[in-house]
């Protein structure tokens, strides 16, 4: 079956960093778009990164910069680098393939002031 398990989340400083990592398996992932959301409490969850099967990345405002969104196909893997990280940052992160309702268990990152 499908599955994503996220990794590398923490609590760290502000102006600190963080590397996530999203494992899967159970579907043809070089072929799949992948993607980074965020959720903080009281709030929806929205897009972070986005990188497509070419390697075609997207960011959210919020983040240009400061994250790159990376892909392993041999290792079937998408991760989330994360720089300069700010209070605002704090959230449970999930890994998700694109076009589907395929989500991973998510895991927290708490940025510090």
């Known amino acids: 079956q499908v599955q994503l398990v996220e990794s590398g989340g923490g609590l760290v400083q502000a102006g600190g960093s963080l590397r996530l990592s999203c494992s899967t398996s159970?579907?043809?992932?070089?072929?799949?778009?992948m993607g980074w959301f965020r959720q903080s409490p009281g709030k929806q969850r929205e897009m972070v990164a986005t990188?497509?099967?070419?390697?075609?990345?997207n960011y959210a405002d919020s983040v240009q910069g400061r994250f790159t969104i990376s892909r392993n196909n041999a290792e079937r893997t998408v991760s989330l680098q994360m720089m300069n990280l700010k209070p605002e940052d704090t959230a449970v992160y999930y890994c998700?393939?694109?076009?589907?309702?395929?989500w991973g268990q998510g895991t927290q990152v708490t940025v510090s002031s």
């Open positions: 998700k393939r694109l076009g589907t309702a395929y």
């Open positions: 159970g579907f043809p992932f070089s072929i799949s778009g």
């Open positions: 990188i497509s099967s070419g390697g075609t990345t």
